[in-house]
């Protein structure tokens, strides 16, 4: 077995289509499905260091399934794949493997609030303006709305931002949106000046050589997830 199937062994996936064919009586394609959506997640899992399914938590979940949107799949899809860990761990638990269920809170494509994909001025301003300078992250929050705003960039595009793409003395970004294409993009005065600081007086205190480079970090200087941006915006409404 590869390396990569070592990896993911702990994940049973193999038992788990046993389940689904012969306690759970699922149709071919249901089990293809869930199969396929279950080695995604595992695999994510694993990139992310966590080695089996006992470590999971409802945090690694939440995270996996809001990226599954920056993947391009339809809310059906979505649906489908939370179905699917649901179903993975009344498996798990019937098999004794895990204890407890982080997947019962799982929020549906339904359920979830909208992140705006463009900011507005007014939304900015506002936002901005509840920053506290006591928070020790409000270098970094004020810099990504400003940058947000200023360059008119979406969600998918600031949150995978890297320092490598600032171009700050000629006043632009370089900028990867949907498909790769690559566009150049001008920022003002004020982005520039916050990002500025914020390269200067906190990231480097982040960066922990977990960041690959991104722009944006969390608080465990990770690159910032499309979730960790929107309880951020959440934060300051």
Same mark, same amino acid.
């Given at each position: 077995?590869?390396? =990569?199937?070592?990896? +993911?062994?702990? $994940?049973?996936?193999?038992?788990?289509?046993?389940? @689904?064919?012969?306690?759970?009586?699922?149709? &071919?394609?249901?089990? *293809?499905?869930?199969?396929?959506?279950?080695?995604? +997640?595992? *695999?994510?899992?694993?990139?992310?260091?966590?080695?089996?399914? *006992?470590?999971?938590?409802?945090?690694?979940?939440?995270?996996?399934?809001?990226?599954?949107?920056?993947?391009?799949?339809?809310?059906?899809?979505?649906?489908?794949?939370?179905?699917?860990?649901?179903?993975?761990?009344?498996?798990?638990?019937?098999?004794?493997?895990?204890?407890?269920?982080?997947?019962?809170?799982?929020?549906?494509?339904?359920?979830?609030?909208?992140?705006?994909?463009? @900011?507005? &001025?007014?939304?900015?301003?506002? @936002?901005?303006?509840?920053?506290?300078?006591?928070?020790?992250? =409000?270098?970094?929050?004020?810099?990504?709305?400003?940058?947000?705003?200023?360059?008119?960039?979406?969600?998918?595009?600031?949150?995978?931002?890297?320092?490598?793409?600032?171009?700050?003395?000629?006043?632009?970004?370089?900028?990867?949106?949907?498909?790769?294409? *690559?566009? +150049?993009?001008?920022?003002?005065?004020?982005?520039?000046? =916050?990002?500025?600081?914020?390269?200067?007086?906190?990231?480097?205190?982040?960066?922990?050589?977990?960041?690959?480079?991104?722009? $944006?970090?969390? =608080?465990?200087?990770?690159?910032?997830?499309?979730?960790?941006?929107?309880?951020?915006?959440?934060?300051?409404?």
């Amino acid at each position: 077995m590869s390396a =990569a199937g070592d990896a +993911l062994r702990p $994940f049973l996936l193999e038992r788990f289509a046993e389940f @689904l064919t012969l306690e759970q009586g699922s149709a &071919a394609r249901t089990d *293809e499905s869930y199969g396929r959506d279950l080695r995604r +997640l595992a *695999e994510w899992a694993a990139a992310h260091g966590v080695l089996g399914p *006992e470590a999971l938590t409802a945090s690694h979940l939440r995270e996996f399934v809001y990226g599954l949107k920056d993947l391009g799949l339809s809310p059906a899809s979505i649906r489908r794949n939370v179905s699917a860990i649901r179903t993975w761990y009344r498996f798990l638990l019937a098999d004794g493997v895990v204890t407890a269920d982080p997947s019962e809170r799982l929020e549906t494509p339904k359920k979830w609030r909208t992140l705006p994909e463009v @900011l507005t &001025a007014a939304e900015v301003e506002r @936002l901005i303006g509840a920053i506290s300078l006591d928070d020790p992250l =409000a270098f970094r929050d004020r810099a990504m709305l400003e940058l947000a705003y200023g360059a008119g960039l979406r969600v998918g595009e600031w949150i995978t931002l890297k320092v490598s793409d600032l171009m700050l003395d000629a006043g632009v970004v370089r900028v990867f949106g949907k498909g790769g294409k *690559e566009r +150049l993009v001008p920022v003002g005065g004020k982005a520039i000046g =916050a990002v500025a600081m914020y390269l200067r007086e906190l990231r480097p205190t982040l960066e922990r050589g977990k960041g690959s480079g991104v722009l $944006f970090l969390n =608080a465990r200087g990770t690159p910032l997830s499309r979730m960790g941006a929107w309880k951020i915006l959440r934060k300051y409404v």
